[in-house]
């Protein structure tokens, strides 16, 4: 287990952070016990299934957050906090640069213009990840443009498992990013252990990012089901180009082999079996039935 402890001094009170990286079971309970954490709580740390949700534990809350990035695959990892007076503890599998970035501003003096506070660092922590979550929503904008773009060109059955994939990976964005709008919501009510009042506001403006996160990943799902008709529609008008050329082909070889099966029924009394030029009429005929058809489709404006 990696953990670092870092004291931080505000304005008013000091507080302890302890950022606890790829924490075993028996090293959680250690942690458990000196700070007086429950033992469900603890157990939902270790646990990668945990939704979005925050609890009250009476002296402090415990809250889980999905960390989210995407690059043509959405990968997650979460992270547990539990805030309370005086202390702030954050645990996650994988390290994350941007924890280092606000621990090294904490350590730097006059860093923030108000108080430090446990609920602040808090803030800090779950506006990074938001802001992530906006980079997110940027990629999948990119990828779904550059499928646009191909289904227009060339609908292959390739770009229909990209259409999916990216469907997919939408539909589970969206789900880890929708609990959080309850959470942020509770947190912005002021009335969880350990998140003060005057935090509110900060609260309550990542709530509207999230709210915004969540509308325009309902954009995103509009648009890529419109890509995903584009290209049934696209497709469909191919097989229509194609079965259209293989009936004119069909048409050219049909009135022929009807012409020389004629032919070649050999009854006796048929006029043309003891005309002398009657190979070549019927040579000419063929032709002549291909030219009017090719014409007759061009007027139609088939060919």
């Not at 950022?19 to 646990?47: F, I, Q, R, T, W």
């Not at 802001?131 to 550059?146: H, Q, R, T």
């Not at 497709?235 to 050219?252: D, I, P, W």
Request: hydrophobic share 40%.
């Amino acid at each position: 287990m990696n953990l670092e402890r870092l004291e931080v001094k505000g304005k008013k009170d000091s507080y302890v952070w302890i950022d606890v990286v790829k924490p075993s079971k028996e090293e959680l309970d250690e942690l458990g016990e000196k700070y007086n954490l429950h033992h469900l709580a603890l157990e939902d740390c270790l646990s990668e299934l945990q939704r979005p949700k925050i609890e009250d534990y009476g002296e402090y809350s415990f809250v889980v957050v999905k960390h989210l990035s995407y690059n043509h695959k959405l990968s997650r990892s979460q992270m547990a906090f539990f805030v309370g007076k005086g202390f702030i503890i954050t645990i996650h599998k994988e390290k994350m640069d941007f924890i280092d970035e606000i621990r090294e501003n904490k350590l730097s003096p006059g860093s923030y213009k108000i108080s430090d506070t446990p609920d602040y660092t808090l803030y800090l922590l779950m506006d990074r990840i938001i802001d992530d979550y906006f980079n997110v929503e940027d990629s999948f904008s990119d990828e779904i443009a550059k499928i646009e773009q191909t289904v227009i060109r060339k609908p292959t059955r390739k770009v229909l498992e990209n259409i999916m994939k990216t469907r997919r990976e939408l539909i589970k964005f969206r789900r880890h990013v929708s609990p959080l709008r309850e959470v942020l919501h509770n947190m912005q009510a002021g009335v969880m252990p350990g998140i003060t009042k005057g935090m509110s506001f900060y609260f309550r403006d990542l709530h509207d990012h999230t709210v915004r996160i969540i509308e325009l990943t309902e954009t995103q799902r509009e648009l890529i089901s419109g890509v995903l008709e584009t290209y049934l529609s696209s497709a469909s008008n191919s097989m229509n180009e194609v079965m259209k050329v293989l009936t004119v082909l069909a048409s050219f070889i049909l009135v022929p082999t009807l012409i020389s099966g004629i032919y070649g029924m050999n009854f006796k009394f048929m006029p043309e079996i003891s005309w002398r030029l009657g190979y070549p009429f019927a040579l000419c005929l063929m032709t002549a039935s291909a030219i009017f058809l090719w014409l007759f489709f061009k007027r139609k404006q088939w060919i």
